[in-house]
């Protein structure tokens, strides 16, 4: 089992810049690819971004390419989140996720969520 647990959110001026943090801690083989999905109020949760273990493929989401940034250090067990040019839409609970190498699709770890907020 890996646990997932989250730093870095907080509120932030439309136009500024957040960087999240996740380290996972148990198993490494739950954690060959690493990711973020967020929440924001009355809405459904949305996929943000993912890398694999290499770390050479990263993948946004439409709404997020371009002023968003993930990487990862394998060393430290953690992902980051560099979220740049925010936007009041960009306000939710971000979550940290990872899988297997044996997992194609969804996410089977879950952080605990921190909160981000854009105010305009």
């Known amino acids: 089992q890996v646990q997932l647990v989250e730093s870095g959110g907080g509120t932030v001026q439309a136009g500024g810049s957040l960087r999240l943090s996740c380290k996972a801690t148990?198993?490494?083989?739950?954690?060959?690819?690493m990711g973020w999905f967020r929440q924001a109020p009355g809405k459904e949760r949305e996929f943000v971004a993912r890398?694999?273990?290499?770390?050479?493929?990263?993948y946004y989401s439409d709404a997020v390419r371009g002023r968003f940034t993930i990487s990862r250090d394998n060393g430290e067990s953690m992902v980051f989140l560099q979220m740049n040019d925010l936007k009041p839409e960009d306000t939710a609970v971000y979550y940290c996720?990872?899988?297997?190498?044996?997992?194609?699709?969804?996410?089977?770890?879950w952080g605990q969520g921190t909160q981000v907020t854009v105010s305009t």
């Open positions: 148990g198993r490494s083989y739950d954690t060959y690819t």
């Open positions: 996720v990872s899988r297997g190498i044996h997992q194609a699709e969804g996410f089977d770890h």
């Open positions: 890398l694999a273990w290499r770390g050479n493929s990263p």
